[in-house]
């Protein structure tokens, strides 16, 4: 019996799950979270005419986010979930660069490192100011 090579159209099975598995997953961890949030904040009254810039470093949000969840604070679930949507397509680019390391495609492993590189670069400096 033959063993077949892992092809294309595998590569496009695993993407297609990852994605439609990770919107679903953050979709579910925001929806309970926002669900844990209004039991527990529901007669809140938020003032609207003040305004509290947050500036902080990622790694204390993500840092304070873990807490929360650890926690079971709705919030933070909710936090967490956004989180989980922006990471969905990170992994794909992820896996890109495996499928392109894996055919030696080095052009599109170069072009992969870049968008890599991008996002970094986006999160480390465009979070705080």
Same mark, same amino acid.
């Given at each position: ?49 003040v305004f509290h810039e947050n500036d902080r470093n990622i790694f204390e949000v993500i840092g304070d986010i ?10 933070? $679930? &909710?936090?967490?979930? #956004? /989180? =989980? ?5 990170? +992994? ?20 992969? $490192? &870049?968008?890599?590189? #991008? /996002? =970094? ?5 465009? +979070?705080?100011?």
């Amino acid at each position: 019996m033959q063993q077949e090579k892992f092809g294309e159209k595998d590569f496009q099975n695993i993407v297609g799950n990852l994605l439609r598995y990770g919107v679903w997953t953050s979709l579910s961890v925001a929806f309970i979270g926002g669900i844990v949030y209004l039991m527990g904040h529901s007669t809140d009254i938020e003032n609207y005419s003040v305004f509290h810039e947050n500036d902080r470093n990622i790694f204390e949000v993500i840092g304070d986010i873990y807490n929360g969840v650890i926690q079971g604070k709705g919030e933070s $679930l &909710i936090f967490f979930g #956004i /989180i =989980l949507l922006f990471l969905t397509p990170v +992994f794909r680019v992820l896996l890109s660069l495996f499928s392109f390391l894996l055919e030696k495609d080095y052009l599109y492993v170069v072009i992969t $490192l &870049i968008v890599i590189l #991008i /996002i =970094l670069i986006s999160v480390s400096f465009g +979070f705080s100011h």
